[in-house]
């Protein structure tokens, strides 16, 4: 199922200028799956097995963070169409803000406004960033175009926290996901220039880190198998409720569904995929791709920011090729146009 081309794409990419590992997981919609791993968890370091866990970093958005908001909805906790100020009634206290009337489907397709990034890990301990967070004076845009942002998800994780009461890092996840990864297996990231050591089993993303490992952006960690069940299981059903998991493949906005982004030009999918496939990224190059009429899913997992994140190694070129390389092999069975 992996195509020789797509398996050399990968061999070449690790080494020296590149990542030391990556890890290929290919299913179709009638429960065929292979995978591929390659190299070692970190330069000079063990051979990958295949059973390690990576870093998802961005992938907890979609596989998390806009999964756990959705079944909410599913358990008529919250409304996707909710303002934020009926789960963060204490959000821009005495504050003439706009954020407090965004709603939840705003926050999950990027498009409240919110800037895309703040450093809050150095804002303080984690009590007074996350009580600084809710007071912050954001410079918002108007709603409606698309603007990624990691603060969108953290205040969906704050929500998830408060309509379930609980704290994220409790929250049940399905095997092979996991906040608390054994560090004796599990991919190398970076070289930390703030916490000034090599990151093994540790959060990559510095704002998660600092809030205790976990947030609505990012602190997942997963294995190749575990991963690949997930696409598994938004290709073949049974993700969320079949209302739910419609919502979540199916464009909201230009280029975004309520947990992914939706196949469009210069994507990390690849330029052969259907115009119906969706996917996710994440910082320390890991990936998630569904192509519902090609009956295809795959997750590509690398350790692209290993030593450093300050290389020239080309992620999106890889990504985008082994998506191509995939097509490539897999006819769709119904394409819409």
Known sequence: MIPDR????????????????????????????????VGHTRHG?????????????????PLFTAREVLRAAEDGLLDLDDPLSRHLPDLGWMQETPLRERTLRQLLTHTAGLPAWTPMYTWGDAATIRARFLQEPWAMTDPGSVRYSDLGYVLLGRVLERVRDGLLRDFSLDHGLTFTPDSAHTVSTEVCAWRERLLTGETHDENAAALGGVAGHAGLFGTLGGTL??????????????????LALTPQVP?????????????????????????????TGTGLWIDPPRGLAWVLLTNRVHPTRHTAFDIQGLRRAVGNTLAARHTPDRVEV
Request: proline fraction near 6%; hydrophobic fraction near 45%.
């Open 6 to 37: 797509t398996a050399a794409l990968l061999r070449a990419a690790v080494g020296p200028g590149g990542p030391s590992a990556a890890a290929l997981g290919v299913v179709t919609a009638s429960g065929e799956r292979d995978t591929l791993v």
């Open 45 to 61: 370091g063990p051979a990958l097995t295949g059973g390690e866990w990576w870093d998802l970093a961005s992938l907890t958005k």
């Open 229 to 246: 069940a997930q696409a598994e299981r938004l290709l073949r059903g049974g993700w969320l409720s079949p209302a739910a998991q419609q």
């Open 255 to 283: 280029e975004r569904t309520l947990a992914f982004v939706h196949a469009c030009p210069g994507w990390s999918g690849g330029s052969l995929c259907s115009p119906q496939a969706a996917g996710h990224t994440g910082f």
